[in-house]
Every structure is written in C-alpha cells, then in structure tokens.
C-alpha cells in the first residue's frame, strides 16, 4: 500500500470523524427539573452548567414555569448542574458526563430548600445608595429617593451633584455650560429649548438613575464640551409577571398631579415590558427686569424701564413606552423598542412695562398680554440586535433608529398703552405667530468588543446619523381688522447634518496600572437654508478626539487617575435658525445661522482615598464659545438676546466628593466644587472680560427610621457665578422627605417638600458695552407632594441589562417650547 492512500484513508477518517462529533454535538442535551420539598416546582429559577474539571461556566438558563430546564449542543465531557433562586439554598447536581454513547442526560430532580435568611434582609442588604462614586462617573440612583418624587427630570438633575439649571433649561456641569444630554445612553437631536420642554414633560417617576460622566471615552459621542448627563430611564427586568402603579399630588402656587403604571413579563425567552406616565404640572412664575437706555453721545441712561411679568405655565405630558425582548438563543438577542412623549404646554404672561426717565417722568406705560400655546410629540423606534461569542467579553451589538419630533407654537402678543390718568389710549399693537417645526432622526450603529486574554480588551465601532429640521416662523401684525403679514420677522428655515463617525478604544491592566486610550474620528456636513432670503450656510469639516485614561492604585487606601480628552459641542438646530420670539414688544431673542462648533480640551486628575472621598483637579480650554449674548438697541428702547461665539472660555477648578455612613442609620454624599470661569474677547469686536471664582456644594443625607420609614434631608448652595457678560447672584436649595412602606411592604407612602425657603432664585445683571440690566426671576419651586406607590408580581429575581439605542445622542439637540 502507498503512502498516498493510507495519507488518504487518514484523511477520510478524520473528516469522518469530524462529522460524527459535529452531529453528535447537535443532538446533545441535558435536562432537569426543580421543586421545592412540597413537591412545588420553583419557577424562574437560575440554572448553570459547569465543566467539572476546572468548574468553569459553559452555558446559564432560567426554569420554566413547571420547574423544569434543558441544555442543548452541549460539547462532550464532564459536568455538572447548579441551581439557585433568591430566598433558597443553592443546590448541585452530581457529575455526570456526556460521551458518544450517552449524548442525552436526565439529571434527577434538584430539590431547593429555603434559606434562614428572610428576602427583606436580602432586600436590604442590596440597596443602592443614592449617590455612587465610580471610577469613570458618578451615579445617582433616582428609583428609591423621595426627594425625586413628584418632581420632572429637569427638577431632578438640580439635585445632581455638580450640575446647575436655568430658568431656560441650560444645564451647567461644574461650572461649564455645554453638559450633552443622554436619554438611555443616546442623544435626542433635541435642541436646548425642545429638550428642556422635553425634561419638563417627564415623570421623575420614570426615571432609574442620572450618570454625571465628565470626560467620556471615545466611545461616546464627542458632543459636549462640559461632558455627559446619561439619564437612564427604568426598564423593569424580573422574571415572571410583575410591575408597579403610583400616583402623586402636590401643590406649588399652582397644582400638580401625576400617575403612572409600569409592566413587565420574562421568561426564558422572552421579555415584554410597556409603561404609561400621564401628569400635570401648574406653574406660576414672577419675572423681573430693569434696563436703563442712554441718549445718542451720552455716558449715562436717560431711561429706566421697569418690566414685571406673571406667568402662569399648565404643562400636560403622557410619556409612554414598549417593547420586546428576544432571545433567540443563549447568544443573540433581538429587541424591538417603541416610546413617546406627548404633551401641551401653556405660557400665559401678562406684563408691564414702564419707561420712565432718570427723573421719574412717565415716557410710556405699557400692558401685554402674550400666549404661548404648545404642543408636541415625540415618537422614536429601535431595532436592536446583540450577539455574544463563545469567548467571555466577546460582544457585537446593533441598532437602528427613527425618531419623528412635531413642535407646534402658536402666539399671540397684545400690548395696549395707559394714559397719565391709568386709562387705556387707542394705541395698540398685536402680533400673532404660528410656528410649526418638524425634526426627523435616522441613526444606525454598530459596536464590536474583542477580549484580548483575560486583562486587555478592544473595542470598535462605527455610527452614522441623518437629521432633517424644518422650522417655519410665520408672524402677523393687526393693521385695524385685518391680519397682515410681517415679512420682517417672518422666516423659513431648512437644516439638515449628517455625522459619520469611527471609534478604536483600547483597555489593558498591568498590574495595579491600567490605561485606556482610544480615538474618535467624526465627519459632519451641514446645510443651512433660509428659504425666506434664499440663503444657504454649508459647512463640511473632519476633526479627530483622542482620549486617555490612567489609573494606579498604590494601595487599598490610594488610588489616583489621570484623563484628556478632545470635545466638540455643534450648535443647536434652533440656534442657528434666525426667526425672531417675542416677550413682548421690547425683548424679543433671535437665532445665529453662522456660528462655529465650540472645541474643548479637558484635563482632570483625580485621587480616591479609601474609596469614599475623591479629589478631582481639572482644567479646560474651549475655543469658540457658544454663549447667548444680550443686546440694547437705545433708540427703540428694545433688548434682544440671541447666541454666537466668544473667542474662548477657561474653566478650572477642584472638586471633592465623600460618601459615608456616620452611623449605622445615616448615610451621607456631599459634593464641594471649586472653579474659576474666564469668558475673553467677543468676536464681534467688543472687549469681552468677564471672570469670577465661584463654588458650589451638593449635600445628599438618607436616614434610616426603623420600622420601614426613612427620610431624606438635601442641600445645594451655588455661590455667584458667570456666564458670557452676565453675573448671577448667590442661591440655595434645602428639601426633605419622608417615606413609609405598608401593605407587606408592597407598597410606599411619600411626603416631601422642594425647596422648602423659596431660595431659588436668578437674580443677575448685565453690564456690557452700552447694555445695563438687571434681572429677578423667582421660580414657582416650593412645592409639597403627596404619593403612593405599589409594586405587584414577581419581584425576586433580575436578570439582563438595559438595552440603549444609537438615537438618543442625536436627540438631544431638536429644540421644543
């Protein structure tokens, strides 16, 4: 016989071979079942499947509602079954082994036998605290705080440690404006005025935990210079049937109420989830401002205008969302998402507005009335699909999105004059205004993690995203009876951007040392058109965004990090679109259809002591600030504000954060910040030099009560502060709960008070050029809320993760009321 043909035979053999294994491999199973010592199957129980030599995991899976498990394509050799449920003891099978001759495996009846130690003890042994310090963010766990309760999302990132929020919406993060919203870690494409309506409108009710992460990786968008705000929203995951309803009422100057429900049902392989979130929010705010106008060639006003509004804002919003998880099998999961927010919100304002000179003489004295009527909707879908390799840590995970985002404003403006006498004059003006804007989102994302051994890991992905806007501003003024058009603040506005964007992150432990370096290239192209003028801005530009992270720890008592990384923050939709709104017919803002993307670079040092008090030391630099500027127009006694790019912005400063437990019933987060904001040179050629040192301190206290009560006790004290040419004075915030669990513990009772002392408050002034302004703004904070809620089902086991779509990065930047 040749060598060739017994080479051959070999050959046939091993192939031969080859598909015996593999068929031998489809058909292998094992299978089991589990009961209690009732005879009771435990459903919903973990399952896992062990090699026996090394007892290294091979596959997991969840009983049936009878009891019962199966492991199927299970490879050849030995192993064992584990099986455990909360509240039992967990129980092992003995070895057995699947071989050739025996592929299939009916393992006897595991019997689970209930542990000494009660579910409560368990239950509150694994609470979250409010406020977690993690290596890379920090984390404030919404879902269990009473002083959430009642409030909107907007409400809930005041009480964030760092983070500050105007009377607009602008969200500050230790100290720096530009902080990048993220709903379930992705933008929304909202603009700042949609987003901030878009907050207002949602239940902090619905909301699982706020993420503060000030220098994001280059997995991240590279949106947002100051960092990111991921605000995760609950998606209940425990097996079986189970899920929650509350209801709130509260009263500021107005009245408030919310109700909502929450469902959930997973089994092995499937689970579904839905909620509905409907509230109403009354609100009464008090406005106040002073200009003082100069005369043509003079140094001092001449002029004094006293403006005071009231406002009363009703706020309707139905938040809803569904969903569906698939899992095809151990290692591919399918999921469809569906939310949406609906809702009106209201802003009627009625105003005076007195203009005297310095010597007190009555020039003009003027009544407004302006209604803001809004409506909106917010509809987004995600299709998603993760597969898990056999390797651990091995993942490649994909999204596409839609969103479709309808605004809808229509205003009317009616200002009559009053004679010496308090009598109405035949002098009047009124403007009417409809709005309608429209933003569609179309995202597709892909993410791959590649395990390199058990310490270095890398990952890589790819994002695109198409936004289309389009913003018509159509303004009125009454001429007698009859409407005519304003051409003059009239205004059709088209945008569209498309992003494409790479990413290589690289994570490697040497030890006690790690390092994490990664680099983020975007592409962006815009167009801006002005249908109105028949003006049209492109802009087309490539940057890229390293970053990189270092940590040593030295000891268990000293750990210290190090990380940089490049930002960008592009302008907002509606910024760049320069329709005119109207207050009232002596303020009005206005949008920039030239600004710059703003650029950052960020630096921060940090050390950890024994894990519960963190020093960060950080410094930024941005170049072409974004910042809404003030204006006077002297002649016409007008005031105008809209955004355009300061030459640059420095911020830095030092921070620190403790987390501690004085005694066994209190625990205690306080956050101290300390900063300097330097705003230089503005682009249109003014002299810009605005700075100031300022702090800020975050006080978060929790105290267990006994007996299921427990209370909580905040504080926020923001010193003065800048921004661009304004000055904002001193404010604080001190709030209180309290909350009882009754009905078996099923269900919690919760009274709490925001701002109990009315201390928030903006007062600012403005003194730039030949602009002179001062401001008060009183907010319709305090407020005093009743709830309950009640949890029903299931509510032992959890399994999964939240799942976060390619959309909600975009999002943030599409504009609303």
Request: proline share 2%; glycine share 8%.
């Amino acid at each position: 016989m040749s060598f060739t043909t017994i080479d051959l035979k070999k050959i046939l053999w091993s192939v031969s071979l080859c598909f015996l294994s593999g068929s031998i491999y489809a058909q292998t199973e094992v299978s089991g079942s589990l009961a209690e010592s009732s005879g009771k199957p435990v459903e919903f129980a973990t399952v896992a499947l062990y090699k026996s030599a090394d007892s290294t995991l091979v596959k997991g899976t969840v009983s049936d509602s009878l009891g019962r498990f199966v492991f199927q394509r299970v490879a050849l050799g030995q192993y064992y079954v584990e099986a455990s449920f909360v509240g039992y003891r967990s129980q092992r099978s003995q070895r057995f082994t699947l071989s050739i001759q025996q592929p299939r495996q009916q393992l006897p009846m595991l019997t689970l036998v209930p542990t000494e130690q009660s579910l409560q003890t368990l239950t509150v042994t694994a609470k979250k605290p409010l406020v977690e310090q993690r290596i890379d963010r920090t984390v404030m766990n919404i879902e269990n705080s009473i002083l959430s309760e009642g409030n909107t999302a907007l409400e809930v990132l005041e009480k964030a440690p760092g983070v500050t929020v105007d009377d607009d919406g602008n969200i500050t993060l230790k100290g720096k404006q530009g902080a990048t919203i993220m709903i379930n870690g992705k933008l929304t494409y909202l603009s700042q005025k949609e987003l901030a309506t878009l907050l207002r409108g949602t239940s902090s009710s619905s909301l699982a935990k706020v993420e503060i992460i000030t220098n994001p990786s280059a997995k991240y968008d590279a949106a947002g210079n100051s960092g990111i705000i991921n605000i995760q929203l609950k998606k209940n995951e425990l097996v079986g049937f189970n899920g929650n309803v509350y209801v709130n009422a509260a009263r500021s100057r107005k009245n408030r109420y919310g109700a909502g429900v929450n469902l959930n049902y997973r089994s092995a392989r499937l689970n579904v989830f839905g909620s509905y979130d409907h509230a109403y929010r009354g609100e009464k705010e008090l406005l106040s401002y002073t200009r003082r106008f100069r005369d043509p060639g003079e140094t001092s006003p001449g002029r004094i205008s006293y403006q005071h509004t009231v406002t009363d804002e009703p706020l309707y919003t139905n938040n809803f969302k569904a969903g569906i998880d698939y899992f095809l099998n151990q290692n591919n999961t399918l999921g469809l998402v569906i939310k949406g927010n609906v809702g009106t919100y209201h802003n009627h304002g009625n105003t005076s507005n007195l203009l005297q000179t310095i010597t007190n003489q009555t020039l003009s004295d003027a009544r407004s009335t302006n209604t803001d009527d809004s409506r909106w909707s917010n509809i987004s879908y995600n299709l998603n699909y993760t597969h898990r390799f056999g390797k651990e840590g091995q993942e490649f995970s994909a999204d596409l999105d839609y969103s479709s985002n309808a605004f809808q404003s229509n205003q009317l403006l009616d200002t009559r004059y009053l004679n010496e006498a308090g009598e109405f004059t035949s002098r009047r003006s009124t403007r009417r205004g409809d709005i309608p804007s429209s933003t569609y989102v179309y995202v597709g994302k892909a993410d791959y993690t590649h395990p390199l051994g058990q310490k270095a890991k890398l990952e890589t992905g790819w994002k695109s995203s198409y936004v289309t806007v389009d913003n018509e501003v159509k303004y009125d003024t009454l001429a007698g009876t009859r409407w005519v058009k304003d051409l003059s603040a009239s205004n059709h506005f088209k945008y569209q951007e498309t992003i494409h964007a790479g990413y290589l992150n690289f994570n490697r432990e040497f030890g006690k040392f790690s390092l994490q370096a990664g680099l983020r290239g975007e592409y962006t192209h815009t167009v801006g058109q002005q249908i109105t003028s028949d003006s049209t801005v492109i802009r087309k530009y490539f940057q890229l965004f390293p970053s990189v992270f270092l940590s040593q720890t030295f000891s268990e008592k000293h750990r210290l990090q190090f990380s940089y990384s490049r930002r960008i923050e592009r302008p907002d939709y509606e910024d760049l679109n320069p329709f005119r709104f109207f207050r009232d017919p002596f303020l009005y803002y206005e949008g920039n259809p030239f600004l710059k993307p703003q650029l950052t670079h960020s630096l921060e040092i940090g050390h950890t002591f024994k894990n519960f008090l963190t020093t960060t030391i950080n410094y930024s630099y941005t170049s072409d600030v974004i910042n809404w500027m003030m204006g006077q127009i002297d002649s016409t006694n007008t005031t105008f504000q809209g955004p355009q790019n300061l030459k640059s912005l420095i911020n830095y400063g030092i921070s620190f954060s403790a987390s501690q437990n004085p005694t066994s019933w209190w625990t205690t987060n306080n956050f101290f910040n300390v900063f300097r904001n330097e705003y230089k040179g503005d682009q249109k050629g003014g002299d810009l030099n605005n700075s100031i040192t300022s702090f800020t301190f975050n006080s978060q206290n929790s105290f267990q009560l006994g007996n299921g009560t427990s209370m909580e006790v905040s504080g926020v004290y923001n010193s003065k502060s800048v921004y661009g040419v304004f000055r904002t004075r001193a404010y604080y915030v001190i709030s209180a709960g309290v909350q009882k669990q009754v009905l078996n513990k099923q269900g919690t009772v919760k009274l709490m008070a925001n701002d109990l002392f009315q201390g928030r408050r903006r007062v600012q002034t403005a003194r730039y050029e030949n602009l002179d302004l001062n401001t008060n703004i009183r907010f319709d904070s305090r407020v005093i809320t009743l709830s309950f809620s009640y949890r029903f089902g299931n509510q032992n086991l959890k399994m999964g993760s939240s799942r976060k779509s390619g959309a909600d990065d975009v999002q943030n930047r599409v504009k609303g009321q």
